[in-house]
C-alpha cells in the first residue's frame, strides 16, 4: 500500500537516514552488542547529521520538524535490526517533557545540548516495586531550603549508563499518591546519585539500562520540571506519543521481518524444492503479510491523528497493544520458518526475535493497555 503521510521532504530526510544506519550503525552494532552500549560517538554524529531531536523548535537549536521526522528515522533503524541506539527515548520521549514543560532557562540550557548530542538524557520512572504502577513509586523529592533532597531507587531505565541528565519521577509529598508525583531533572554528576551494573538482558544488548540509585541526592528547586505536583497528570500527557513510538518501530519489524524470511524461504532447500515453494509456508506468508498491511494501516491512521493533535490515550493504547501483539506472533512464526537457523543469533530473525519481546512490557504492559482500554469501554 502507497504510504500518503511523507512530503518529499520526509523522503529526504529518509534517503539520509537510511544511510546513515547502513553507513555509521550497522557495521558497529554487533560489537556494541558485546560492549553492552552504543559509543558515544554515534551519538555525536547522530546530532552532528541532524537526527536528533528533530521537532525541538529552531529557537533551541533543533529543526522545529514534526513528528514524521522522528518517525522516520525510528523507522530505519527497526528496518535495519539496529536496537542499540535508544535515539527515539531521547529524541522523542524525553526532549518532549523538556519542551512542553522546561521553563525558558531549562529550555534553553538543555535542548541545544540534547540536539547535538552532547548531553543524553533518559527518563526514570520504573521501581522495583512499582512497574507501571506510577502512582505508588517510592522514590521521594524532599524540599529543604531552596533544594530538593532525592532518595529512592529506579530499574530497567534505557540510557542508564550513558544518560548525563536523568528525568526522575518521584514523590515531593509521599503522603499525596498520585497527586504528590513531580518530575525532576538530575544532572548525572550530582552528589549521591550512582549508578548499578549495567543490566544483562535476552535482548536490547547494545542498549544499556540500568538501576539507578538516589542517596540524599540534593538538586536545586530549580530543577523542578513543570508544575509540583503535577508530574503525574504530565506523564500521562506524554503516554500517547510514547506508545505510539512502540507502535510505529513494530509495525516496521513486522514488515522487516517478513522480508527477511521471504528471501529466506526462497533460498532454503528442502526435500528438491524451496521451503517458500511448501504450502504451509506460503500460506503463513501470506497469512503475515495481510497482519503487515493492516498494522501499517492503523498505525499510520494513528500517525495522522497525532499529528493534528487528535490522538487521544486509548487509541495509543491499542496500537500499542496491538502491534506489539502481532509483532510477537510474527516474529514466533518467522523463526520457525527459518528452522534451526532462526535460532542462530547471526541471523537478524533471531535477534529481533529477543529484542522485541520486550515490546509487549515496555511502556506498560498489554495488561495495562487492556485495562486502558476496557475502562473506556465500560464507562458510563
Not at 177 to 201: C, I, P, Q, T, Y
Not at 219 to 230: F, T, Y
Not at 247 to 275: C, D, H, M, N, P
Not at 287 to 294: L, N, P
Request: charged share 25%; aromatic share 8%.
Amino acid at each position: 500500500m502507497q504510504r500518503e503521510l511523507f512530503s518529499e521532504e520526509h523522503e529526504l530526510f529518509r534517503a539520509s537516514a537510511r544511510r546513515f544506519v547502513e553507513e555509521r550503525i550497522a557495521p558497529f552494532h554487533a560489537q556494541w552488542e558485546k560492549d553492552g552500549q552504543v559509543s558515544r560517538e554515534v551519538w555525536l554524529e547522530a546530532g552532528e547529521g541532524g537526527f536528533l531531536c528533530t521537532s525541538v523548535p529552531e529557537e533551541y537549536g533543533g529543526a522545529g520538524g514534526d513528528f514524521l521526522f522522528g518517525a522516520i528515522f525510528l523507522e530505519e533503524l527497526a528496518r535495519a535490526g539496529t536496537s542499540g541506539p535508544s535515539f527515539h527515548l531521547h529524541s522523542e520521549i524525553v526532549a518532549p517533557y523538556i519542551t512542553a514543560y522546561g521553563t525558558e532557562e531549562q529550555k534553553k540550557h538543555w535542548l541545544p545540548k540534547m540536539v547535538k548530542g552532547e548531553v543524553i538524557v533518559a527518563v526514570a520512572m520504573s521501581e522495583p516495586g512499582a512497574g507501571s504502577d506510577l502512582q505508588n513509586i517510592r522514590t521521594t523529592a524532599i524540599a529543604d531550603g531552596d533544594d530538593y533532597v532525592i532518595n529512592g531507587q529506579k530499574v530497567f531505565i534505557s540510557n542508564g549508563q550513558l544518560a548525563d541528565l536523568i528525568v526522575v519521577a518521584c514523590k515531593t509529598d509521599p503522603a499525596a499518591g498520585g497527586k504528590g508525583v513531580s518530575l525532576v531533572l538530575v544532572e548525572g554528576d550530582r552528589e549521591g546519585f550512582s549508578r548499578g551494573r549495567n543490566l544483562e538482558k535476552a535482548g536490547y544488548k547494545a542498549q544499556d539500562t540500568s538501576e539507578l540509585f538516589f542517596n540524599d541526592v540534593r538538586v536545586p528547586k530549580s530543577n523542578l520540571l513543570g508544575v509540583e505536583g503535577r508530574g503525574f497528570k504530565q506523564l500521562m500527557q506524554q503516554l500517547p506519543q510514547e506508545r505510539l513510538v512502540i507502535a510505529v518501530r513494530s509495525a516496521t519489524s513486522i514488515e522487516t521481518a517478513l522480508e527477511w524470511t521471504v528471501e529466506y524461504t526462497k533460498e532454503r532447500k528442502a526435500f528438491g524444492q524451496s521451503i517458500a515453494e511448501f504450502q504451509n509456508t506460503r500460506f503463513k506468508l501470506a497469512e503475515i503479510k495481510s497482519k503487515a498491511v493492516m498494522m501499517r494501516a492503523f498505525v499510520d491512521k494513528c500517525i495522522a491523528a497525532h499529528l493534528k493533535g487528535e490522538l487521544d490515550s486509548v487509541t495509543a493504547a491499542m496500537a500499542k497493544m496491538q502491534s506489539t501483539e502481532v509483532l510477537w506472533q510474527v516474529l514466533d512464526d518467522c523463526v520457525q520458518l527459518h528452522g534451526g537457523y532462526g535460532y542462530m543469533w547471526e541471523y537478524p530473525i533471531c535477534r529481533a526475535w529477543a529484542d522485541n519481546r520486550m515490546a509487549r512490557i515496555a511502556g506498560g504492559t498489554t495488561e495495562i493497555m487492556k485495562e486502558i482500554i476496557s475502562r473506556d469501554l465500560l464507562a458510563d
